[in-house]
């Protein structure tokens, strides 16, 4: 069971790792001129988004409901955020190899092609992503996921049948 203090630090190092990834987001254009800044941010982004998907998951299998088999019910609970982070993730992988491709030899110029700019602004959409992974950490603080009760005692009936 995950307790009050670890709670508070996984909650902590997840609003972490948003924070980090808003912050590369905001600036990371202001950079254009140094690459190998701009590699290394967009390498530690890609990284701490990552880790926030191995501390959801973390968070997922340190459930009581994971644990009594009920799997399909978290699942199907946070799978929004599940989809949305990996495509995030993907996103912001394509973005990142696509703009250090065309702009690692020549940082001077401002090339911007169709499809560079489409993956840009889907991958800025990176305030969904953090409203969905701050809302899955919060809802996994819910008691009710980490003890037996009366509702999860239901769900396990209706899998039953």
């Known amino acids: ?22 912050f590369v987001n905001s600036f990371s254009e202001l950079l254009r001129m140094a690459p190998v800044i701009q590699l290394v941010l967009f390498i530690i982004q890609d990284i701490a988004i990552l880790f926030n998907i191995i501390i959801i998951f973390l968070m997922f299998f340190n459930t009581f409901v994971f644990q009594a088999g009920l ?26 190899v696509w703009v250090m491709n065309l702009r690692w030899k020549n940082s ?11 993956i840009f602004v889907c991958q800025r959409l990176a305030v969904l992503y953090c409203y969905f992974c701050k809302r899955t950490a919060m ?23």
């Open 1 to 22: 069971m995950l307790q009050a203090s670890n709670y508070s630090l996984v909650l902590s190092l997840q609003f972490l790792l948003l924070s980090y990834d808003l």
């Open 71 to 96: 799997v399909n019910l978290l699942f199907h609970k946070f799978k929004g955020t599940i989809i949305l982070t990996s495509l995030y993730f993907a996103l912001s992988i394509s973005f990142h």
């Open 108 to 118: 001077n110029s401002f090339v911007w092609t169709d499809g560079l700019q489409t």
């Open 139 to 161: 809802r996994l603080g819910d008691p009710r996921f980490y003890q037996d009760s009366l509702w999860l005692r239901k769900e396990f009936m209706q899998v039953r049948r």
